[in-house]
């Protein structure tokens, strides 16, 4: 069966901190994985990866993927409070529907 | 429209009741989705829609559940006879096409209570 675990499920940081989030998988058919924010309702996409190796960025966050040992992590540099959300990440491998399996995801709160 | 609309934003019914979810996509996107989020759980899927056919319905939980889409653009879940444990968040969200490379976009949901 097809899984996505997430670690870890919470964590709470200070202001200026740096965390690293993981999410690690089993799939049949790996073509994609994807990070969302969610807040208070939708989700909002953050990455997408599907080559190992290649660090996609943006602003503070960065997420890397390693095909071969089968996870991601999502790094976010000097935490702010605004980053205080759940992370969710989510694998799509499906053959040919794009449907995507998701992790439980992790709550990250941001102390000032 | 300029992102996925999705109405009502809350829904609070009585069991055995039937309701009616409904999603706007994304202007010209051609995939669209829909999922189920539990308390404590992750986002499960439920159905996905290719144009107007939905070429995997293999999330939905049960035959209470169905759903369409007209015209390649407007969608609806349904639900007959709800149960309590059918109380959850449901999100819709649409990409241009299915293939890898296009991220689903995800709308505010519709938070479904039971009683």
């Known amino acids: ?112 | 429209g300029a992102g996925v609309s999705q109405s009502p934003s809350n829904k609070v019914t009585e069991k055995g009741k039937d309701v009616e979810l409904r999603c706007d996509p994304i202007s010209g996107h051609t995939a669209l989705y829909w999922y189920r989020q539990s308390l404590g759980q992750g986002l499960e899927f439920l159905i996905y829609f290719q144009g107007n056919s939905a070429p995997d319905k293999s999330g939905l939980p049960s035959d209470r559940f169905s759903a369409e889409r007209t015209g390649g653009s407007v969608s609806t879940l349904t639900i007959q006879r709800t149960q309590q444990e059918d109380s959850a968040v449901y999100l819709c969200a649409s990409s241009q096409f299915w293939t890898a490379g296009q991220p689903q976009h995800f709308g505010d949901g519709t938070r479904l209570s039971i009683l």
């Open chain 1, 1 to 112: 069966e097809d899984k996505v675990v997430q670690s870890p499920l919470s964590l709470v940081v200070h202001e200026g901190d740096t965390v690293t989030l993981n999410c690690s998988y089993e799939v049949t058919n790996f073509r994609s994985l994807l990070w969302y924010k969610q807040e208070k309702k939708a989700p909002t996409f953050l990455f997408m990866l599907t080559s190992s190796g290649i660090e996609k960025k943006s602003g503070r966050l960065s997420s890397i993927l390693d095909k071969k040992e089968l996870f991601s992590i999502l790094n976010i540099t000097a935490t702010q409070t605004g980053d205080s959300a759940i992370y969710l990440c989510a694998v799509d491998g499906s053959s040919n529907t794009g449907k995507l399996i998701f992790g439980q995801g992790t709550t990250l709160q941001v102390k000032p």
